[in-house]
């Protein structure tokens, strides 16, 4: 079993929809929690970054942990056709350790106009 | 200019070659890493440094191996390709943090 699931997608959704994208974990010690999206042909970026339960929102992305659960989210408002990417969920632990990421297998999602 | 280059973009190669990608990052950064990653298996970590001294395994390390040339330079070798090693390959680098920035990746291909 992996440590980080990701449902693969395609998740295909109109133009001005929500996006909704999540990921399971296994290892509890994870502590800092990740989104990198990947345009094709091109390296993953970050897009958001959280550290502990409860919600994050930067423009129209919201990031949500709830460890409890050992479930992440991301959700996208008023979706574009911009935001067509797979997005890549990340996990780290602690310490110099965190360096090193954990990521899922990403969802790819499509935006039609 | 990119921050973070990678050498070859593209490559197709025989099983049994030898191969070398390179990366070269402008940005200071002390840590650099290798992943590979392949359809519905995200990135997996290769190899990791934190300095020029300091080469770490990562989970899939092996018929890998890297050299840590300068600060600014990381390359990872295939010593014998075989064709389960094609994969889109991804050089990064990072301060200290959680946040990593990516090269264009190589398309690597072994027939």
């Given at each position: 079993q992996k440590e980080v699931e990701q449902d693969p997608g395609p998740l295909s959704v109109p133009e001005g929809a929500i996006v909704s994208l999540n990921c399971t974990y296994s290892n509890s010690a994870f502590q800092y929690f990740m989104w990198y999206r990947q345009y094709s042909r091109k390296g993953p970026e970050l897009l958001m970054y959280t550290y502990s339960s409860g919600n994050k929102e930067d423009g129209r992305f919201t990031a949500q942990v709830d460890k409890s659960s050992k479930y992440i989210s991301l959700f996208i408002r008023d979706s574009q056709p911009s935001d067509s990417a797979t997005y890549l969920c990340a996990m780290s632990l602690r310490?110099?350790?965190?360096n090193k990421l954990t990521f899922g297998g990403g969802t790819r999602v499509l935006v039609k106009p | 200019d990119a921050d973070v280059t990678q050498t070859p973009r593209n490559r197709i190669t025989k099983t049994g070659k030898r191969i070398m990608l390179e990366c070269s990052q402008t940005?200071?950064?002390d840590r650099m890493y290798w992943y590979r990653q392949d359809p519905g298996l995200g990135l997996r970590l290769i190899y990791y440094s934190f300095d020029v001294k300091d080469i770490n395994k990562g989970e899939i390390s092996d018929g890998y191996s890297v050299s840590r040339q300068a600060q600014a330079k990381f390359s990872l070798s295939l010593e014998s390709a075989i064709p389960n090693q094609t994969a889109l390959y991804f050089c990064a680098t990072s301060e200290g943090s959680y946040e990593q920035y990516f090269g264009p990746g190589t398309r690597l291909t072994v027939t």
């Open positions: 310490g110099v350790a965190g | 940005k200071g950064h």
